[in-house]
């Protein structure tokens, strides 16, 4: 495992245009994961740059649901699984129990698996410091696959959407993400090239 500069260092123009041009499991593949983390998905290169800058800037991170794909080598992953891609050993199974504040929260393409979404999003706002980020990479409701009914294992409790989106045919489990953050002020809420949702969310108030 690469340490956390030269992981970020890495993260540079001809690996967004290999994951741009590559087919979708060569991109997922275990060599892939290791390698790239999340970092393999089109929608966190299309916003490497913002991301980037916010982990340079953060001390202490959490990556809920980051053990497949970390986001970076000195985040804190919260997850069921024991161990990381990267044969770490995981000490959270639950956010709660991480201690102390947070400068930033990351998840991607997990929040769709939890059956408790709203208390998780309160419990993410709770652990970051005023100030702190919420960076989230979320399926949306632009690919059917992901739609609860029609995703392969079953997992998908929810699916995402933007508020204004004119799809006339969401599942009734739709979730309008930016309608979630009372407390928050919301930086990004976009569509990416994968389909997915970007979300960063800056904390203002105590929750």
Request: proline share 3%; with cysteine.
């Given at each position: 495992?690469?340490?956390?500069?030269k992981?970020?260092?890495?993260?540079?123009?001809?690996?967004?245009?290999?994951f741009?041009?590559?087919?979708?499991?060569?991109?997922?593949?275990?060599?892939?994961?290791?390698?790239?983390?999340?970092?393999?998905?089109?929608g966190?290169?299309?916003?490497k740059?913002?991301i980037?800058?916010?982990?340079?800037?953060?001390?202490?991170?959490?990556?809920f649901?980051?053990?497949?794909?970390?986001?970076c080598?000195?985040?804190?992953?919260?997850?069921r699984?024991?161990?990381?891609?990267?044969?770490?050993?995981?000490k959270?199974?639950?956010?709660?129990?991480?201690?102390?504040?947070?400068?930033?929260i990351?998840?991607?393409h997990?929040?769709?698996?939890?059956?408790?979404?709203?208390?998780?999003?309160?419990?993410?706002?709770?652990?970051?410091?005023p100030?702190?980020k919420?960076?989230?990479?979320?399926?949306?409701?632009?690919?059917?696959?992901?739609?609860?009914?029609?995703?392969?294992?079953?997992?998908?409790?929810?699916?995402?959407?933007l508020?204004?989106?004119?799809?006339?045919?969401?599942?009734?489990?739709?979730?309008?993400?930016?309608?979630?953050?009372s407390?928050?002020?919301?930086?990004?809420?976009?569509?990416?090239?994968?389909?997915?949702?970007?979300?960063?969310?800056?904390?203002?108030y105590?929750?």
């Amino acid at each position: 495992m690469v340490s956390q500069s030269k992981f970020l260092k890495q993260l540079n123009t001809n690996h967004y245009l290999l994951f741009i041009s590559s087919e979708w499991d060569d991109r997922h593949t275990v060599e892939n994961q290791k390698k790239w983390g999340v970092w393999r998905w089109r929608g966190m290169c299309e916003y490497k740059d913002s991301i980037v800058k916010i982990v340079k800037k953060s001390k202490k991170i959490i990556d809920f649901g980051g053990a497949l794909g970390p986001l970076c080598p000195n985040a804190v992953i919260v997850d069921r699984e024991k161990k990381d891609i990267w044969g770490r050993d995981i000490k959270y199974h639950n956010i709660s129990d991480c201690p102390g504040q947070y400068d930033m929260i990351f998840s991607s393409h997990t929040l769709e698996h939890v059956l408790e979404f709203q208390f998780i999003l309160t419990i993410m706002l709770n652990k970051l410091k005023p100030g702190g980020k919420l960076v989230l990479h979320l399926p949306s409701v632009y690919n059917f696959k992901w739609w609860p009914q029609n995703e392969r294992k079953k997992e998908h409790k929810r699916i995402f959407a933007l508020s204004g989106s004119l799809y006339m045919h969401a599942p009734i489990e739709t979730v309008y993400i930016d309608k979630c953050f009372s407390l928050g002020s919301i930086e990004t809420a976009a569509y990416t090239g994968d389909s997915s949702i970007m979300m960063i969310v800056r904390k203002e108030y105590s929750v």
